[in-house]
């Protein structure tokens, strides 16, 4: 519940104040929901691999997390992730 508060609170932070912010995180569905764009990072010494844009308009609905959209990007980011783990 706290987590979901945090999200909901830094998106309407973010819609108002338009600020520039990076955010670690190993959730990938959490990236996804706040991100615009997701740097994929390879193992140590870490470089950047890849990135990924995030179509979603703001502000962010949080049903968002329910369409075919996300749920594809969701599978590309694992792929990616997955990639730099082998």
């Known amino acids: 519940q706290a987590r979901a508060e945090l999200e909901y609170d830094f998106l309407n932070l973010h ?20 991100a615009d ?24 609905q949080t049903n968002s997390w329910e369409t075919r959209e996300f749920h594809e990007i969701e599978v590309e980011l694992s792929k990616r992730i997955t990639k730099t783990l082998l």
Do not use: G, M, N
């Not at 819609?15 to 912010?21: A, P, R």
């Not at 955010?23 to 569905?29: A, E, G, K, Q």
């Open 37 to 60: 764009r997701i740097v994929v990072l390879s193992s140590r010494p870490a470089s950047i691999e890849s990135i990924i844009s995030v179509p979603f308009e703001r502000p962010r």
């Open 15 to 34: 819609t108002k104040e338009k600020f520039t912010s990076i955010i670690v995180t190993h959730d990938i569905r959490q990236a996804i929901y706040l």
